[in-house]
């Protein structure tokens, strides 16, 4: 075993073992780069990315200005305006202010909301280029946000 | 004049040795400009080795497959801005640079590509080649000196005792490999090409030469010539610029990459070196065992086919590009690429070419070796602490080497001591 | 203290003679840069390349987190707890949620427990993983930190899938888990086990076994267990010391006593030992969630708790084994909607305390690895 010992350590076998495992990682299939833009990455559901105003099938928003997402909110940086319709004495959404850039996406407000009208949804390409783009009002909100797309 | 030119073509030595200066000027620009391609290439080669190994693929963008990157690299260094420290010795900084890219140059003019194929023929052409890679040495220590400042002076001290200390390990393994050039006729030779024509006569490379004292020796000058080089393992000065910076700090733009041209050429030196000494130089596999007119006409369309194969990589890599309309450029450029490799390999498989080109071909592919195994250390190992790099170096390399030496001399007056022994 | 005051400090030349007359010379190894993991300021007295001398200067990332939690509500704050130890945020988030759920009384569900345990042991690996890549990256090689990060992406793929984000994850809620299990986790997550048993044995043919790696961090950083207990270290840097603490066995929380797992010991109290405990912390990791997705059952995954949460006035301390240390959480409630006073007990923070120990008398290069082997986030140490 002592002689065995000497050997590996003479021939540095433990540098040559460590060498091989390093060869062995250039197959063309264990390489994992992701050539972002022009392979996106899948992302799931649940992923709290751009925040948006839904609606439901007959394209009446979803929100009945009830501001529990504003309350909800660590940062404060939802701010909620309605009016009360006299008719149906029920509120109905005039704005709706959300400042992304300080935004934790932490998806407080998406739980808090009760008709499920504010919802984080999977896009995270949220790159501006003006940091008043990045206050985002009602209907920036219901379209998303408009960015260019580049494939390359 | 002209008849002086043409006679040379039909002459069996070197530029040196025939005294021509026309072929020798020639031989220099080729050589320079090898060099410089070869550490293009270096450049984008590493960094795409570096990321296959570490699961990740290297440059991609600048052309295709990053084939244009070093030139951008190129582009960028020399436009940077030239800045000199305040108190710096001017005409110290401006030769540091310079100093360690003369010395790494000179080195290979005695390097032979091939038994006609180097710029002379010195009968001293080891000797030189590592004296003129000490003088590196000197250029290191200019360059922590000149930029005035307290931590690249440090820098380049511990990096110049370390190259000082692995080179006394390195001569003495090449000592070893010149006692074996006169194991056969009893009268030894320093000059590289006379050391491959050595190995070529005693029908043996000398790293497998009296198995185990010639892999010994090719060990022993393999890691010293890393260290010689500043590469990982042993790069704590250069890449210790974390905390003391290395000797580079005050070096920016075109100067810097000066420094970093003489390192891949002096990674090339020392790598010719290691080729020529052990590997066989410009020799084929098996010269005397596979001997005939067939083994060398099969051996001499080698060099063809790699260049077809790489045309047909480069090919495969061009049908699998994104059809895109942004990448359409970058598609082109490398069917484009593929196209002249191709083009080279047919060239290089026509009769008259053929034989020609073999001995630059087997010469370029051990030195290859050579630098693949530097990107591969650089990947897999950790760094030396300085202490630990100064014990190898002196305790370890070097007594391993003074035992090669005496081993490689009982073997060379085996048949005396055996006489003397018998009786 | 001014900089000129702390740097005289630190020099103590005796009176007659300059500092160019010491031997001696301070070397800054700023808040930028690449081996501090951080924005860490440590300050050497060199002699040569041994160091005499080591202090630290923190404070560089501290953004006020203890004081912006007395200005949220208990469920608000806990976004905010992800980002002190950001490399396992759902530590930090357990502890929390099972600091205040002790506040509040309530009886976590027994899938809501088995569902904390296997993330917060992913996050363990994860954590773990950084660890590897950015110690052996100061060490010197380059790659087993793009294979420690290949190994990582998939376990945040998981959490991205289970939580919605990778990093921040914000996984659990006072009271449980928001989420269920999503369609295909405990194949995931199985699958996850499956590939890291030979990754991590091959981090053991790269690394472990390498001569230069063995001279690197053998005898390095030596600390007893002794100075171990009198400092508070706590985590691997104690059990590399040899003593035998881990929350998860010693005072069991979310079901930990459920599980059947070893603790890993060192002997030497050395970076080799430290490095090696952790190797085997990942081992057992695997082993924990293999058990916790097979004992998955069906059930609530989170208590009834109310909507406005308003705990009795009272203080509670609960501390949980986080990759880094033992991480605890002080809250002090006043019985209103918002915490009086939370502190954090951050394990980096009083881990660092042993840097001055071990580094002294060793040479520089070996600071940068008694850095990495603390396993110090800046974000926890200043908050």
Redesign the interface.
């Known amino acids: 075993m002592k002689f065995m010992e000497l050997v590996r350590?003479f021939f540095?076998i433990?540098?040559l073992?460590?060498?091989?495992?390093?060869?062995r990682?250039?197959r063309p299939k264990?390489?994992?780069?992701e050539?972002y833009p022009?392979q996106r990455p899948e992302?799931?559901d649940?992923?709290?990315g751009q925040p948006r105003l839904l609606k439901d099938e007959n394209g009446k928003l979803l929100c009945t200005a009830c501001g529990s997402c504003a309350l909800?909110?660590?940062e404060k940086l939802i701010k909620v305006g309605s009016l009360r319709d006299p008719e149906t004495k029920k509120k109905v959404l005039t704005e709706f202010d959300f400042d992304l850039s300080r935004c934790?996406?932490?998806?407080?407000c998406e739980?808090a909301c009760p008709a499920g009208a504010i919802k984080?949804s999977p896009d995270f390409e949220l790159a501006l280029y003006t940091r008043e783009g990045m206050q985002l009002d009602r209907k920036t909100l219901e379209q998303g946000i408009e960015r260019k797309a580049y494939?390359? | 004049m002209i008849q002086g030119i043409l006679q040379y073509l039909h002459s069996n030595v070197t530029p040196g040795e025939a005294g021509n200066l026309f072929w020798e000027v020639v031989y220099v620009l080729l050589v320079f400009a090898g060099i410089s391609v070869g550490v293009i290439f270096m450049n984008w080669f590493e960094r795409k080795?570096m990321a296959?190994?570490?699961?990740?693929?290297g440059p991609?963008r600048v052309g295709p497959h990053g084939l244009l990157q070093p030139i951008a690299d190129a582009l960028k260094l020399i436009i940077k801005e030239d800045l000199m420290p305040a108190n710096a010795d001017k005409i110290v900084f401006w030769f540091a640079p310079v100093c360690v890219v003369m010395t790494a140059f000179c080195g290979f003019i005695v390097v032979p590509f091939g038994r006609t194929h180097a710029i002379t023929d010195m009968n001293i052409g080891v000797l030189f080649m590592l004296g003129v890679s000490s003088l590196g040495v000197l250029g290191v220590i200019m360059a922590g000196w000149a930029s005035n400042s307290h931590y690249p002076l440090m820098g380049s001290l511990r990096s110049g005792a370390q190259m000082v200390s692995y080179e006394i390990a390195m001569s003495m393994a090449v000592v070893s490999a010149v006692m074996m050039t006169s194991m056969a006729t009893g009268t030894g030779t320093l000059s590289m090409i006379g050391i491959v024509q050595a190995q070529m006569q005693q029908r043996m490379w000398f790293a497998f030469s009296f198995f185990p004292v010639g892999l010994t020796a090719l060990?022993v000058f393999a890691i010293a010539m890393v260290a010689e080089t500043n590469r990982a393992p042993f790069d704590l000065p250069e890449a210790e610029s974390e905390l003391v910076a290395g000797f580079l700090t005050e070096y920016s733009g075109f100067r810097w990459s000066l420094f970093f041209l003489a390192e891949y050429a002096s990674m090339m030196a020392v790598s010719a070196i290691a080729s020529t000494l052990w590997l066989g130089g410009w020799l084929r596999p098996f010269p005397n065992f596979l001997s005939g007119r067939a083994w060398e006409a099969a051996f001499s369309v080698v060099p063809g086919l790699t260049f077809l194969a790489l045309a047909a990589l480069c090919l495969f890599y061009f049908t699998r590009m994104?059809r895109?309309r942004?990448?359409r450029a970058d598609a082109i450029g490398l069917a484009a690429f593929g196209g002249v490799l191709g083009l080279v390999g047919i060239v290089m498989l026509l009769p008259g070419v053929r034989e020609r080109i073999q001995d630059i071909y087997w010469f370029t592919l051990k030195t290859g070796f050579f630098m693949y195994l530097y990107i591969?250390?650089r990947?897999?190992?950790p760094r030396y602490r300085f202490d630990q790099l100064m014990k190898i170096g002196w305790k370890v390399l070097l007594p391993i080497s003074i035992g090669v030496v005496v081993l490689t001399a009982l073997i060379g007056v085996r048949h005396e001591l055996l006489a003397l022994v018998w009786r | 203290m001014s900089d000129n005051q702390f740097y005289d400090s630190l020099e103590e030349v005796e009176p007659g003679h300059t500092f160019l007359d010491s031997n001696e010379m301070v070397l800054n190894m700023g808040p930028q840069h690449p081996s501090t993991h951080g924005v860490l300021r440590v300050i050497l007295k060199l002699d040569g390349e041994k160091v005499n001398g080591i202090e630290c200067v923190i404070g560089y990332l501290h953004r006020g987190i203890e004081k912006l939690a007395e200005h949220?509500t208990w469920?608000?704050?806990?976004?905010?707890v992800d980002r002190l130890d950001y490399t396992a945020a759902v530590s930090n988030n357990l502890g929390y949620c099972l600091a205040v759920e002790k506040l509040l009384g309530v009886e976590v569900p027994k899938r809501a427990q088995y569902l904390r345990v296997i993330v917060t042991e992913l996050c363990r690996l994860a954590s773990h993983q950084v660890w590897l890549g950015t110690h052996v990256l100061d060490i010197g090689a380059v790659?087993p930190l793009f294979?420690a990060f290949?190994d990582r992406?998939a376990i945040l793929n998981v959490f991205?899938?289970?939580?919605?984000?990778r990093l921040?994850t914000?996984s659990f809620r006072i009271g449980g888990c928001?989420?269920d299990a999503?369609p295909g986790f405990a194949q995931e997550v199985l699958h996850i086990c499956e590939d890291l048993g030979p990754k991590i044995d091959?981090y053991r043919?790269?690394?472990t076994?390498?001569?230069?790696w063995l001279q690197r961090t053998k005898n390095v950083g030596h600390i007893s267990a002794e100075d171990c207990i009198a400092y508070g270290i706590t985590g691997p840097v104690l059990r590399g010391s040899g003593v035998q603490w881990d929350v998860r066995k010693a005072q069991p929380y979310s079901s930990y006593e459920d599980f059947e797992f070893d603790i890993p010991i060192g002997s030497a109290g050395d970076t080799f030992d430290r490095y090696l405990v952790r190797i085997e912390e990942m081992r057992q990791s695997i082993r924990i969630i293999r058990q916790a997705v097979e004992g998955l059952m069906e059930g609530p995954i989170i208590a009834r708790v109310p909507k406005v949460i308003k705990p009795p006035v009272g203080e509670v301390y609960h501390s949980i084994e986080a990759p880094k240390g033992e991480l605890g959480y002080f809250l002090v409630s006043d019985g209103t909607t918002q915490p009086y006073r939370v502190r954090v007990r951050p394990p980096s923070f009083i881990n660092l305390q042993a840097l001055q120990k071990m580094a002294t008398g060793s040479l520089v290069a070996d600071v940068v690895a008694i850095i990495g082997t603390l396993d110090i986030v800046l974000g926890e140490v200043d908050r």
Request: hydrophobic letters at 40%.
């Open positions: 350590r540095l433990d540098l073992e460590g060498m091989w495992v390093t060869f990682h250039q264990d390489l994992v780069t050539q022009m992302i799931s649940r992923f709290r909800a909110c660590p934790m996406f932490c998806g407080l739980e984080l494939d390359r | 080795v296959h190994m570490q699961v990740r693929i991609m060990g994104p895109i942004a990448m591969w250390y990947t897999t190992f | 949220r469920a608000q704050f806990a976004p905010f790659t294979y290949r992406e991205e899938k289970y939580c919605g984000a921040t914000h928001r989420y999503y091959e043919d790269l690394i076994g390498n001569r230069i």
